[in-house]
């Protein structure tokens, strides 16, 4: 056995109606089929997404996904002999079975040493996993039941302000997971909700701590007939709190009592739990991190309130859904996890640094930043789940705007840049408010789905030019991820994609993708900046902003 080949577990675990099986967690540059994969020959994407060729691989580079999604990569710059060895790197890493370990509950974040769970918030994949002497499933069951009534109260008028009114506002005040998935999610449904009369509260969301955010929030709705979301897992989140007080001096000023307009959204175990300065609290736990966390209380408090519990369980249902595609053994009928093994190809043969988002539906517009988050936060790691440093690259830069305002902007640069950047592209047929226009023949939406399929087609083949300037080299390589609409389910299903393809590409790195200490040090630097405990350049940058 490999010197640096380390376990997880002593012993072996039980996989269901299997021999037990021993999962190794190796770094990847130490797997026999890595260093097969480095040995593939390249492929010439220019030339095999040209004429008929192209033709074909659109039609047969294409893996079905939940919700009626497609993920179609007939525009990387993969063949048979790459997608061969990319399935025996999956076999070779038990990715597989690595997914099971951690959907049945073994201790996969190795870093804080808890379970991961998020994919339990939204269906049980394998066996009952209980934690902290419960059933976990059931925990996260009743967490979204108690939400619903509480939603449904509200509604209903059941739950009103001091007047008795009701309240048409709901705010989540949170950072970082707390914010960026939840308003994603909120703004990628806003407009499905008012055309499908599921629209029940606008929400708001302040995240930043600089001031000038709460109050541009609080300034522009009617704080009376508002009720603010506290997310806080620990309690203790120094920008949330800070936030929490900026709100509650507004109430306090408007003559209105802060614990009638408050809930929180935290752990069993933190001061926020059972106080009275809140209406209700609805708890998480330490086994699911704040980027993966939408599908649990945090998101669903917003959105049930914002849309009501039944919308919120149509998400879930799709984000469940793709979960069990995740499950497949088969890569090539596994999105996630063939997106995954592609992207790493990219990442560490090809040495691509970065990857593009790029949705086109203006719903989707904070999506590429909650992604960014979840990607960059959970594999932007220099040392495996053990401590050791890794000898190779692992994650990319992300970053991405919607179409088509993105091909105006920083487009110049995917297509005649000197650094080649694979997309990442998502595409709908129909939109989602029903309401179009014909200009010269077409219709908005179809032009929008025209620029998409033109940008991939343009990315992989190029356009040859006598003048350098108009030269188009191609060879940009791109997939893209085709669905019908922006809806709860689909958008449930696309985020649980995400995710899992991110877990995969960390079993891969052999990183703990679950924990995130690369955000502590500026946090206790900035406590030491506030209690003046500042010396050498630290100090000399307080001074310089007045702090």
């Not at 038990?94 to 939204?122: D, I, P, S």
């Not at 080299?473 to 958008?491: F, K």
Request: net charge negative; with cysteine.
């Amino acid at each position: 056995m490999e010197e640096n080949a380390r376990f997880l577990w002593s012993g072996y675990f039980s996989l269901k109606n299997k021999e037990d099986i021993m999962i190794t967690w190796n770094n990847l540059d130490t797997l026999d089929s890595y260093k097969e994969l480095s040995k593939a020959s390249r492929v010439n994407l220019a030339e095999v997404m040209s004429g008929e060729n192209g033709a074909e691989r659109v039609k047969n580079y294409s893996i079905p996904m939940a919700e009626g999604f497609s993920y179609n990569y007939a525009a990387k710059a993969v063949d048979d002999d790459v997608l061969d060895a990319l399935v025996k790197l999956a076999k070779e890493a038990q990715l597989a079975e690595k997914f099971k370990a951690l959907y049945n509950g073994e201790v996969v974040n190795t870093g804080e040493k808890r379970l991961v769970l998020h994919h339990m918030t939204r269906g049980q994949l394998g066996d009952a996993v209980n934690a902290d002497g419960v059933d976990k499933r059931a925990f996260y069951v009743e967490q979204q039941n108690r939400i619903a009534d509480f939603a449904n109260k509200v509604h209903a008028g059941e739950i009103t302000n001091a007047a008795g009114e009701k309240f048409t506002t709901v705010v989540q005040i949170g950072i970082g997971g707390s914010d960026l998935g939840p308003r994603a999610m909120y703004l990628a449904l806003e407009n499905w909700a008012k055309k499908n009369d599921k629209f029940k509260m606008e929400a708001r969301f302040i995240s930043n701590v600089d001031p000038d955010d709460a109050a541009a929030v609080l300034n522009s709705i009617d704080v009376a007939h508002s009720i603010f979301v506290l997310v806080s897992k620990s309690g203790t989140t120094l920008e949330t709190l800070t936030n929490e007080s900026f709100v509650k001096d507004v109430l306090k000023n408007a003559g209105l009592d802060a614990s009638k307009h408050m809930i929180a959204v935290t752990s069993e175990t933190s001061p926020l739990a059972k106080s009275d300065d809140y209406l209700a609290a609805f708890f998480m736990d330490d086994y699911i991190g704040g980027r993966y966390s939408s599908t649990s209380a945090v998101g669903g408090a917003v959105l049930s309130l914002a849309f009501g519990p039944e919308v919120f369980a149509e998400f879930l249902e799709g984000a469940a859904e793709e979960d069990k595609l995740a499950k497949n053994e088969d890569v090539m009928q596994n999105p996630a996890m063939l997106d995954a093994l592609i992207g790493v190809y990219e990442r560490n043969i090809l040495g691509y640094p970065s990857t593009a988002v790029l949705p086109y539906s203006q719903a989707l517009s904070r999506f590429p930043a909650h992604l960014q988050q979840l990607d960059m936060e959970s594999n932007g790691k220099s040392v495996n789940r053990f401590g050791d440093p890794v000898n190779y690259v692992t994650g990319p830069v992300i970053f991405g705007e919607p179409g088509t305002n993105g091909q105006h902007s920083f487009y110049q640069l995917l297509h005649q840049g000197t650094d080649i950047v694979p997309l990442q592209f998502i595409g709908y047929r129909n939109n989602q408010m029903g309401t179009d226009v014909v200009i010269q023949d077409s219709t908005s939406q179809q032009k929008l789905c025209a620029n998409v399929a033109a940008q991939i087609v343009a990315f992989a083949c190029g356009k040859s030019d006598e003048n350098s300037n108009k030269n188009f080299e191609g060879g940009r390589p791109s997939s893209i991820i085709i669905g019908d609409q922006v809806n709860p389910a689909s958008l449930g299903a696309l985020l649980a994609h995400f995710e899992n393809k991110v877990m995969f590409q960390g079993f891969l790195w052999n990183l703990n993708s679950f924990d995130q200490e690369g955000v502590q040090l500026g946090k206790v630097l900035a406590k030491r900046v506030l209690a003046h405990e500042t010396d050498g350049a630290l100090k000399v940058f307080s001074d310089l902003l007045n702090i």
